[in-house]
């Protein structure tokens, strides 16, 4: 059986396989922030593919993702590297396929 981390992550891939995008944890079809558990939603950065993809809104969940997200990317704040460093939704799915043997 899958961890819950495990299962977040893999939803958080195929959301970002979906759309990825900077400056808003989640955007619709005309660019405009949204939710990122928002059905208009259709990109997500990699922090709010997170939040979309959680089964229950646990803190635990996402400091685990967090912090394997921070040791793969050698950034301390996520939303930083989403939007400063990581150049395009390839990255951003790559990067979370590299914590994905942490769970697995």
Same mark, same amino acid.
């Given at each position: 059986?899958?961890?819950?981390? @495990?299962?977040?992550? !893999?939803? &958080?891939?195929?959301? @970002?396989?979906?759309?990825? $995008? ?5 955007? !619709?079809? *005309?660019?405009? *922030?949204? &939710?990122? =558990? =928002? ?11 997170? /939040?979309? =993809?959680?089964? *229950?809104?646990?803190?635990? #969940?996402? =400091?685990?993702? /967090?912090? +394997?997200? /921070?040791?793969? $990317?050698? +950034?301390?704040? #996520? %939303?930083?590297?989403?939007? /400063? ?5 390839? *990255?951003?799915?790559?990067? @979370?396929?590299? #914590?994905? %043997?942490?769970?697995?």
């Amino acid at each position: 059986m899958a961890s819950v981390e @495990l299962t977040v992550l !893999d939803k &958080a891939i195929e959301l @970002l396989k979906k759309g990825w $995008t900077r400056g808003a944890f989640a955007r !619709d079809w *005309e660019g405009e *922030e949204v &939710a990122p =558990s =928002s059905n208009k939603a259709c990109c997500w950065c990699i922090l709010g593919a997170l /939040q979309a =993809s959680e089964v *229950e809104r646990t803190v635990p #969940i996402r =400091s685990a993702l /967090q912090c +394997y997200l /921070q040791k793969v $990317t050698g +950034y301390d704040l #996520i %939303p930083h590297f989403n939007d /400063q460093v990581c150049g395009s939704d390839d *990255e951003a799915i790559r990067t @979370l396929e590299a #914590i994905r %043997p942490q769970f697995a």
